[in-house]
């Protein structure tokens, strides 16, 4: 069977080299679970929120790995940022996506923000903003499953697949199995 793809091999996401593959992601996805757990001592009151696109089967594969451990089945949802976003002026164009808070509501609870790419910050603040219009969780962490650094603004992620240094020039392309038919991190661009 031929190894789906983003694109064709000349496709520009295929650009730059592999730094997690399947194996890498899914290793990274057990050992932030398991690290929720530890930090939340099991699986009690948590809540997931993916932030689309990517953020959100994320969540749902980092459920799954908890109820596997736990057999407790964690709530997940989506969280839409893009009302929120403080870019919308020089990019109005933005989809809407999808908010989709579980049954149990956030009030109370311990709600882990899921994104794929930490980089400056903004889209994380965009998720406190929209959360905070949803309840009062007890507590708000992030999930990240790569942390590429170059913070704009005060955002450390709570638990990190793969911290990344990278240049400003250089490009993260997170993909995945739902979205576009493979699990890989790759980067590209930076100087040669």
């Known amino acids: 069977m031929a190894e789906p793809t983003a694109g064709p091999p000349d496709h520009p996401d295929r650009d730059g080299r592999v730094v997690l593959g399947e194996g890498d992601i899914s290793r990274a996805l057990r050992?932030?679970?398991?690290?929720?757990?530890?930090?939340?001592?099991?699986?009690?009151?948590?809540?997931?929120?993916?932030?689309?696109?990517?953020?959100?089967?994320?969540?749902?594969r980092l459920a799954d790995t908890i109820e596997r451990v736990e057999g407790v089945r964690v709530p997940v949802g989506s969280l839409d940022v893009t009302m929120y976003r403080?870019?919308?002026?020089?990019?109005p164009t933005r989809p809407m996506e999808h908010t989709d808070i579980p049954d149990t509501g956030v009030d109370g609870r311990i709600v882990v923000l899921v994104d794929d790419v930490?980089?400056?910050?903004?889209?994380?603040?965009?998720?406190?903003?929209?959360?905070?219009?949803?309840?009062?969780?007890?507590?708000?962490?992030?999930?990240?499953?790569?942390?590429?650094?170059?913070?704009?603004?005060?955002?450390?992620?709570?638990?990190?697949?793969?911290?990344?240094?990278?240049?400003?020039?250089?490009?993260?392309?997170?993909?995945?199995?739902?979205?576009?038919g493979l699990d890989e991190v790759r980067i590209s661009g930076g100087e040669r």
């Open 31 to 60: 050992r932030m679970a398991h690290e929720l757990l530890e930090r939340n001592k099991g699986a009690d009151d948590l809540v997931l929120l993916g932030i689309p696109t990517r953020g959100v089967p994320l969540a749902r």
């Open 86 to 91: 403080d870019d919308l002026r020089s990019q």
């Open 118 to 180: 930490l980089y400056s910050g903004r889209t994380v603040r965009s998720a406190l903003d929209a959360l905070s219009d949803l309840g009062r969780p007890r507590a708000v962490r992030l999930a990240v499953l790569v942390d590429r650094g170059h913070r704009e603004l005060p955002v450390r992620a709570d638990h990190v697949g793969k911290n990344l240094p990278t240049s400003h020039s250089e490009r993260v392309r997170v993909c995945l199995a739902e979205h576009d």
